[in-house]
C-alpha cells in the first residue's frame, strides 16, 4: 500500500513538463478568451472555470495517481507561476502585453455599447455589477472599469455614505483639534 502511494508512475522530466506546459496553455486561452472568464459573472462562466480543472487534470498528471506525483505536479504548477510573475515583473512592457489592458465600461454615467460588446457584457450583468458596489443606475457612477484580473472597479459620482461619514469624522476630529489647541493656551496663560 505504501509503496503505491508513492510509487511514479512516470519519469520525474515528464511529470514537471505536463502540469507546465498545461499552465501555459491555460493562460494563454483564458487572455485569448478575455477578462469575462475571471470576473466569473453568471452560473456558465462559472461551470466553465470548474470544468477547466477537471479537463486538464489527466493531461497534467498522466495516469499517475501517486502521492509524489501529486507533489511534483503541484511543485512544477507553483515553480512555472513563481517564474512566469518574476518574469513580467521584470519585463513591464511584456507584463502589460500578457496582462492587457483595463476596459472602460461606464463614464461619467453612460455606459459603453462597444466596450460591453467587446468584453460580451449585457447590461443586465453590468447592473448587477454596480447593483454589488451599492448604486443604483448608471448615472450615479462616474466610472466603471473591468481590470485585465477580471475584478471591477466602480466610482461613484456623488461619495458614497462611507466616504460622507469619514469626511464628517475627520471635520469633528479637525474641530476636537482646534478646541484642545485652544484650551492647551487657554491653560497655558492661567498657568
Not at 40 to 65: K, Y
Not at 159 to 177: C, F, G, M, N
Request: proline share 3%; with cysteine.
Amino acid at each position: 500500500m505504501i509503496e503505491s502511494m508513492f510509487a511514479l508512475h512516470l519519469p520525474i522530466l515528464e511529470k514537471l513538463l505536463r502540469p507546465m506546459i498545461v499552465y501555459l496553455f491555460l493562460i494563454g486561452f483564458l487572455r485569448l478568451f478575455g477578462k469575462r472568464e475571471l470576473a466569473q459573472l453568471n452560473p456558465f462562466d462559472l461551470v466553465v472555470l470548474l470544468s477547466l480543472s477537471n479537463t486538464v487534470q489527466n493531461a497534467m498528471i498522466g495516469d499517475d495517481n501517486s502521492v509524489t506525483g501529486g507533489i511534483i505536479g503541484a511543485f512544477a504548477l507553483l515553480a512555472i507561476n513563481w517564474a512566469l510573475t518574476l518574469f513580467l515583473f521584470r519585463s513591464p512592457k511584456l507584463d502589460q502585453i500578457v496582462e492587457g489592458s483595463a476596459t472602460v465600461l461606464i463614464h461619467h454615467g453612460v455606459a459603453d455599447e462597444a466596450a460591453m460588446k467587446k468584453e460580451a457584457l449585457t447590461h443586465l450583468e453590468l447592473k448587477s455589477v454596480i447593483h454589488k458596489q451599492g448604486f443604483d443606475d448608471y448615472s450615479e457612477v462616474e466610472k466603471c472599469v473591468l481590470e485585465p484580473n477580471g475584478t471591477f472597479y466602480v466610482e461613484g459620482v456623488t461619495p458614497s455614505s462611507d466616504e460622507a461619514e469619514r469626511a464628517e469624522i475627520l471635520a469633528l476630529v479637525r474641530t476636537l483639534s482646534t478646541e484642545v489647541r485652544e484650551l492647551k493656551v487657554l491653560l497655558a496663560a492661567r498657568g
